[in-house]
């Protein structure tokens, strides 16, 4: 096997390995990036979502009952869940890949019952009271989708408009009825806060910033195998075949060869220098011979 092939082999074990350990580990660094980023951002909707839930109870709908128009017709405006989720149904107007739901398994509002995969969600935060935050991924309709959902509990306050039905607001219950929303165990987990953000984009710009980087590590892979192969060649190839070119024109019997030149004082320079030395031993014992 020639010398450069041996060379060029040992090379592309090396970088092959190398790359593919390397590419890898950027691969995965990327994707978790690109995953923290959407985690961030849920965490960011939901605890804007908890300041317009506590803006509400805590200014707003103090304002609200005072209003007489309250005792006739129940303002869902004075509802803290009611303004998370309008606020957030605006602001789907301009993300409408990014969902904020209030979801409950026996929901006052029917359009805040728990689909099935919320459910789930509800279930296990309320057989882990512990977990304050649950976080998963799912595939949507348009695409995967990250999670972060919070419980909901029944606390005393809340069992005014959540237990019986009797101790609710009368225009609450003629604006709901008396069928769903009540109930509710106190201090049980009921509910959860449940923001959805989609993943698709951030996970798109990381394969796209994965693919520029593996096309970077390759072309300066081959840059460095050609410069390496043309040191190679040049360094130590050529001159090693003038030595061994000289040394075939020497055994078919020529005389009196010119003397290679010496470059540099590296090994090959050295073989080179032995090699003159020879030639001129070689011509002196010929004479004497001759
Ligand atoms: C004054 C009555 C009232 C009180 C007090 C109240 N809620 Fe509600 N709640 C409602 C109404 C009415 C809705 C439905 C609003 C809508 O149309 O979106 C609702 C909706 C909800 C929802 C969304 C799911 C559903 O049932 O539609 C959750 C979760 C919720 N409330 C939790 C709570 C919690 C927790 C408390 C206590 C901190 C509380 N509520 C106190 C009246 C009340």
Redesign the pocket.
Known sequence: MKLLTKFNLILLVVFGTGGLIISQAIHTFLINNARREVLQEADLMMASARSMRDYT?SDL?PLLEQNPQHKQR?L?E?????SA??IFNKLRQQYPDYTFR???L???????RAADWEGDVIGYLRDHPSQKRVTGERETAMGASMYVATP????P??M???GRPAA??PS?VA??GSN??FGWKPGAV??A?IVSVPMSVPLRSAERAFHLLLAYLIATLLATVVVLDAAVYFIVIRPLKLVSDAADRISRGETNPTPLPVKGRDEIATVTTSFNRMQVSLAKAFKMLG
Do not use: K, L
């Not at 929901?107 to 805040?112: F, L, Q, S, V």
């Open positions: 109870s709908a129940f869902a004075t509802v803290p869940d009611f989720v309008t209030e979801a409950a026996n929901p006052t509002n029917p359009e805040h909901i509990a029944a606390d306050p809340c005014e408009c959540h609710a607001p609450m604006a709901y769903n929303g009921v509910a806060q």
